[in-house]
């Protein structure tokens, strides 16, 4: 397996990873300031819970019409374009007098124009590392990203002590000009990987033929929904512990930097193959614990280790690399993200109904329940699934 520093001596690998490192910061730095302005605004856990991950509830309408796009678009201009829009769109939600409404309306066309983001760039990274490169290059970036989310949200919560949520706001914006600005000079202008245009029927003819294949099924299920209850716990960290959430998040972060190097760089490929299921039982076991309200440092306890468990899903999509053709491998890894961030977002939205009708802690619970008992059901129906072979391998490529 390449070494991370290997990976960072391949061409347009280190300015994908510095064009993600910034968006991952504008996302936390943002989420975190839109979450507090609409909880202060509204009060309303439910509405504070869809400001920050309501852009995902996008990514089922990005799945289903734009996903052929990942595929079939010149990468670089793809990137670049998104993380502008991206720009455009947090400045319009720093606008002083948006109503709640029209701030969740720009949260969701966000949403929809980075459906197509996931796609394109573990479709990129696919391609321009070696095949054994995929795994360390993808943990190399969840370590980025927990990196990331450390320090935005850490720095998201002593700005907002100091400055008011909007200039948070326009802080993100700038900081998605930087992810575009890497991006545009770091990368080349390489060519679609497939041919033809992008369109709502290929998006669903393709889709349509990773879902027929039992075993991707069920690895989608696994990558989508214990993730994403677990996610609609953390949507409640706002509305659970307004003046220590940025402390949560961080904790967060820094559980799944945990996980991310434990499972990408020094677990065995044998062993990393079985630990799917513990993992995800791990990401959302120690949620339970919150039924007894515990004080914010046992709760920061909880969340590092339980985040540990996000370090299921880089033993997940190499088995659905396994699984896909090159030829399919962008729109494949769409999926995962589109569908991923779509339940993460339909899990924040029914945390947040929920700790409205109850109370947040009681919500964390009950998402933590429902994710341990969909992880065992999935790990039931994929025993008594057979493995087929891996898909065809295409031609070894070069790494630069």
């Known amino acids: 397996m390449p070494s991370y520093r290997s990976l960072l001596r391949v061409p347009e690998f280190t300015p994908l990873l510095l064009g993600a490192a910034a968006k991952t910061a504008a996302q936390t730095v943002g989420g975190l300031a839109l979450g507090t302005l609409v909880f202060r605004a509204t009060g309303s856990p439910l509405l504070s819970a869809l400001s920050m991950f309501g852009s995902s509830?996008?990514?089922v309408l990005g799945a289903t019409f734009l996903l052929s796009g990942a595929d079939r678009l010149p990468p670089r201009t793809a990137l670049t374009a998104i993380a502008l829009v991206s720009a455009a769109g947090t400045a319009v939600q720093a606008l002083p007098g948006l109503p709640a409404g029209a701030l969740l309306t720009?949260?969701?066309?966000?949403?929809l124009a980075a459906s197509l983001g996931g796609g394109v760039r573990w479709g990129l990274l696919n391609e321009i590392l070696p095949k054994d490169g995929y795994l360390p290059g993808r943990s190399l970036f969840n370590m980025m990203s927990g990196l990331m989310q450390i320090a935005g949200f850490a720095t998201g919560g002593a700005l907002l002590a100091a400055l008011s949520p909007r200039a948070c706001l326009l802080l993100a914006a700038a900081l998605y000009l930087t992810a575009a600005l890497a991006l545009r000079l770091g990368l080349t202008a390489r060519p679609p990987r497939a041919a033809g245009r992008p369109s709502p029927s290929e998006t669903?003819?393709?889709n349509a033929e990773l879902w027929s294949s039992r075993p991707r099924r069920l690895t989608y299920l696994g990558l989508w929904l214990p993730n994403g209850m677990v996610v609609g716990c953390e949507s409640l960290y706002v509305s659970y512990a307004p003046h220590a959430a940025g402390a949560l998040f961080a904790c967060g972060a820094l559980g799944m930097f945990a996980g991310d190097v434990t499972v990408g760089r020094l677990l065995p490929a044998a062993v990393r193959a079985r630990l799917a299921t513990p993992l995800l039982l791990l990401l959302a076991t120690p949620y339970l614990l919150f039924a007894a309200h515990p004080p914010v440092p046992v709760?920061?306890?909880c969340v590092t280790v339980a985040s540990a468990g996000f370090g299921a899903s880089l033993v997940q999509q190499e088995q659905?690399?396994?699984l896909t053709p090159d030829t399919m491998?962008?729109?494949a890894l769409g999926l995962h993200s589109a569908g991923m961030l779509t339940l993460q977002g339909v899990s924040a939205t029914a945390a947040g109904a929920l700790a409205q009708l109850t109370s947040p802690a009681a919500a964390t619970t009950a998402m933590a329940a429902g994710s341990v008992c969909v992880t065992l059901a999935l790990a039931t129906a994929a025993r008594?699934?057979?493995v087929p072979p891996a898909a065809e391998p295409a031609p070894e490529r070069?790494?630069?």
Do not use: D
Not at 106 to 111: E, I, K, R
């Open 204 to 206: 669903w003819r393709t």
């Open 57 to 59: 509830l996008a990514q």
């Open 398 to 400: 070069s790494p630069s």
């Open 299 to 301: 709760a920061a306890v």
């Open 320 to 322: 659905l690399m396994r």
């Open 106 to 111: 720009v949260v969701l066309l966000l949403g």
């Open 329 to 331: 491998a962008g729109q």
């Open 384 to 386: 008594r699934t057979p």
